[in-house]
């Protein structure tokens, strides 16, 4: 009898092991179980063939059932049908249950990186984690991780812990320098840091290997765009978009933008456009399409206003970006000297955001043109005692004052 178990376990073991088992071998063995487990009085053996059973009913996804074969044949202390247990509970998803059995496990295991490890990504999971980073660098005191190192990384990057976060993948990636998912962490967290050649650092050793990818060039043009280097952003976005990457909204927004910068405006419409397709509710994206169009002296009523139109009506409550948007508008009217509405749009603008004092120095100049001289006097005095001496439009409102006065005492003195 003892021959027979040990010749059928080991029959099992080898299946359980093998790759691309056939369902129907797993359920063979489940019967045979089964039929052993019946005709066994010996409380041992009927343990060691259940949680052969549980093992066939886990690979068939039957965790529930595998569970409940574990539990009934379990006792304190049984370390084996504990980790078939946790592993259970680990594949159907019941994560307080497998953090529980795997906490236990490495109380009863601390050698066992496994145990410690698949612990330190439940305690991820349930946000915990402060419990994460203290079970990772235990495991990193003994033995050299990637994958524990950039959980921690991950933790830290949850507790908005950018430094710690870059530290730990820094550590990661010594232990495997060949793994892109660790560099995209890495640079991701430079892009957050706002460490542009940082990320140009990082990526320039792989893209030199593989010029092609993908997963590192948006992270290249990006950093190229943040550090004005819009000549050489726009020719990694553009081999993106010869590579196949056609449909990504970054991708095609900081194309367009690189190109504005380039003052090549057909292009950069072309792209922000593009982008406005694949995304429509970006209000910077909005903006951006009609500051190209001014520039292109598009016609403002037929094509620069409806956008500044499109923006206007998805804002939120910023008043930074309330005040550009009408600033737009009046910048427009202003073109086409509608003196009336430019100074209402202006007006809007400077309510929006009272500390761009130079708005005053335009409504004035609106005003002006109005020939409403004393309301326009009003609005470049009033510009006059907040702006700085030296600033872009302070000579212009001195000498529009002085010229002011001299019609408003030319007037008086003819009304006389």
């Known amino acids: 009898m003892k021959k027979l178990l040990f010749i059928t376990l080991f029959f099992l073991g080898s299946l359980l092991a093998g790759a691309q088992v056939p369902s129907d071998d797993y359920k063979k063995a489940i019967s045979e179980l ?28 039957r965790t529930r059932e595998a569970i409940e074969v574990l539990t009934g044949v379990m006792r304190p202390g049984d370390m084996s049908a504990l980790s078939e247990l946790a592993d259970c509970h680990f594949q159907s998803g ?20 496994f145990y410690r490890l698949r612990k330190a990504s439940l305690l991820f999971r349930v946000k915990d984690f402060d419990g994460t980073v203290e079970e990772v660098e235990e495991i990193l005191k003994t033995d050299s991780i990637a994958r524990a190192a950039t959980l921690a990384g991950d933790a830290y990057t949850e507790m908005q812990l950018p430094g710690n976060a870059f530290r730990m993948y820094e550590t990661a990636l010594s232990l495997n320098p060949g793994d892109i998912s660790i560099v995209t962490r890495i640079v991701k967290n430079q892009l957050g840091r706002k460490d ?16 092609d990818e993908m997963r590192l060039l948006p992270s290249k043009g990006l950093a190229l765009y943040k550090l004005k280097g819009h000549k050489q952003s726009a020719e990694v976005f553009e081999h993106l978009k010869e590579l196949g990457d056609t449909t990504s909204y970054a991708t095609r927004f900081f194309l367009g933008q690189d190109y504005a910068e380039l003052n090549l405006i057909y292009l950069a419409e072309k792209e922000l456009e593009a982008a406005w397709q694949i995304d429509s509710s970006d209000v910077e994206l909005a903006l951006a399409i009609a500051s190209v169009k001014s520039k292109g002296m598009r016609l403002f009523d037929k094509e620069v206003k409806p956008w500044y139109d499109k923006a206007y009506a998805m804002l939120q409550p910023d008043p930074a970006q309330l005040s550009k948007v009408c600033q737009g508008y009046a910048t427009g009217h202003f073109r086409h ?59 212009f409102a001195e000498e529009s004052v002085r010229f002011l006065k001299a019609e408003l005492f030319m007037q008086e003195g003819s009304a006389k």
Do not use: F
């Not at 009927?46 to 549980?54: M, N, P, V």
């Not at 542009?196 to 010029?211: F, I, R, S």
């Open 34 to 61: 089964d039929r052993m487990i019946r005709s066994e009085t010996d409380s041992a053996r009927i343990r060691d063939l259940s949680i052969e059973k549980a093992r066939c009913l886990k690979n068939l996804y």
């Open 94 to 113: 019941d994560v307080e249950n497998a953090l529980g059995c795997y906490t236990l496990l490495s109380m009863h295991r601390p050698d066992n990186v």
């Open 196 to 211: 542009y050649q940082g990320v140009l650092e990082t990526v320039a050793p792989y893209l030199e290997e593989n010029p």
């Open 337 to 395: 000297m509608n003196w009336s509405e430019a100074i209402v749009w202006y007006k809007k603008a400077y309510e929006a955001s009272p500390s761009q004092k130079y708005l005053l120095s335009s409504i004035a100049y609106c005003y002006e043109q109005l020939k409403d001289y004393k309301t326009a006097l009003s609005y470049y005095e009033e510009y006059l005692k907040n702006a700085k001496p030296g600033a872009t439009n302070y000579k």
